[in-house]
């Protein structure tokens, strides 16, 4: 049984609500739709793998499929055996789609590694550690995309061949001064030692792992097609990846800005950085500045907005522009679009979005619960569960018989019943306590 999955790029696997969609099994159960012509995966030793896809033009996924950036992962019997992103799209005469996916293996071509003129001298666990290491810090912002240590040398577990193993020896490496892609260094490795690389989908933790073992891998290898039926293109048109780019590399505070001039001072080009908060919304916040350069005097514009995505709806509204560094003042700082002047250095700017009322939850109010103490002493309530700092709220007890009422503790302190509390800028729970009283008679006493 093969099972196909789809998502956008956030968010990662493992985390709730994960918007994974289950497009299609084969064979395929009566209540599915068909939304492929046909599928054929690859994977090969020493390579990253690929998927080559049609999708019916009717089918209801023909546009959720976006180069660089949708994820599919596809399962058999049960384990993951390809997790990769869309690389390219093509769309035929008939109009369905081609789309051609790259395995996980080419995530390591995002990030980027620097290395030393002396190298470093250490053991080769350690040097495969800090090139995990520094490939998942770029992509810090991009969970999905980290990979973590499998079968490696000196991490190899009981199961592993001695044949397999490569061995963990201590030597100088990444003696080539400067920043490469991950991937570059990788392939050195494996030019030096033998063997073979891949990347691994764990699905007992939705995480991705490198492993490396000099014979072939015995799981995974899967070169049957996967098809429903069969179509003929003779004519396409065609998204091109030549010119993406998927890392930077750092070039030190001594290069100039894109027009030459070095920044600072009057008339020099300064840099402007934008970022949302709450963080990690990107599917939700659009939030950019017109340019991420600019002289001093310029006009730059603000653009910020909220939207449902089909993967992950927001309950989020646009709050207001708050200046982090730069010194500029935000015309319109209240509003989506805003603008600013730019002043003599670098600018960092956050647009700032807060939670929509909905349910009789008043905007940026905070929650007043309320137990008793012990559970089946009385009962006890609040007159708002939802209230703004600085409101007045009234919390009241009433014991159960056999009980009286000896005080609030947690967020309101008093020993009579009902009270009465300023709310603070903070969610806010209370006990009501309760004594259990063995002579009745006395059960109103203090």
């Known amino acids: ?166 061995p963990n020896e201590t030597k100088t490496f990444g003696t080539n001064k400067g920043y490469k892609a991950v991937k570059e260094w990788l392939d050195e490795l494996v030019s030096n030692y033998a063997g073979f690389m891949r990347v691994r989908y764990n699905d007992s933790d939705n995480k991705l792992y490198l492993d490396w073992m000099r014979n072939y891998f015995t799981k995974g290898a899967i070169d049957q097609v996967m098809s429903v039926s069969k179509n003929t293109v003779d004519l396409s048109d065609t998204v091109e990846v030549d010119n993406i780019f998927t890392h930077v590399l750092p070039m030190g505070k001594g290069w100039n800005y894109s027009d030459g001039s070095t920044g600072g001072g009057k008339g020099g080009i300064h840099k402007i950085t934008v970022n949302s908060s709450p963080a990690g919304m990107g599917l939700n916040f659009v939030a950019s500045a017109s340019k991420s350069e600019a002289k001093s005097g310029e006009t730059v514009l603000l653009k910020s907005s909220v939207r449902n995505h089909i993967f992950k709806p927001t309950l989020y509204r646009f709050a207001g522009w708050r200046v982090n560094s730069g010194g500029v003042t935000i015309s319109g700082s209240s509003y989506e679009n805003a603008s600013f002047v730019m002043g003599n250095e670098d600018v960092s700017i956050t647009a700032v979005y807060s939670t929509h009322q909905r349910e009789g939850i008043v905007m940026d109010s905070h929650s007043v619960s309320v137990r008793c103490s012990p559970s089946f002493g009385g009962v006890a309530g609040v007159n708002k569960p939802y209230a703004q700092a600085g409101e007045a709220v009234v919390v009241s007890a009433q014991p159960a018989f056999g009980f009286k009422f000896t005080g609030f503790s947690g967020g309101a302190s008093a020993s009579r019943s009902p009270c009465v509390f300023t709310m603070p800028n903070q969610d806010v729970s209370i006990t009501a306590n309760f004594k259990r009283i063995y002579n009745v008679s006395n059960m109103d006493d203090d």
């Open 1 to 166: 049984m093969f099972d196909i999955y789809v998502r956008d790029i956030n968010p990662f696997p493992n985390y709730p609500g994960t918007g994974e969609v289950l497009l299609f099994s084969i064979p395929a159960t009566s209540n599915m739709e068909r939304p492929f012509l046909n599928l054929t995966m690859n994977s090969e030793l020493g390579n990253a793998g690929n998927v080559e896809l049609t999708v019916d033009p009717k089918s209801k996924y023909i546009d959720i499929w976006k180069h660089m950036r949708t994820l599919i992962r596809i399962k058999y019997d049960g384990e993951t055996v390809f997790f990769g992103r869309v690389l390219t799209i093509d769309r035929d005469m008939f109009r369905s789609k081609k789309i051609h996916c790259e395995g996980a293996y080419t995530f390591f071509m995002d990030s980027v590694f620097e290395g030393k003129e002396k190298g470093f001298n250490v053991p080769l666990k350690d040097y495969i550690q800090m090139l995990l290491d520094a490939h998942n810090y770029c992509m810090t912002d991009s969970p999905e995309k980290q990979i973590f240590m499998g079968e490696m040398p000196g991490n190899y577990s009981s199961g592993i061949a001695e044949d397999q193993k490569i």
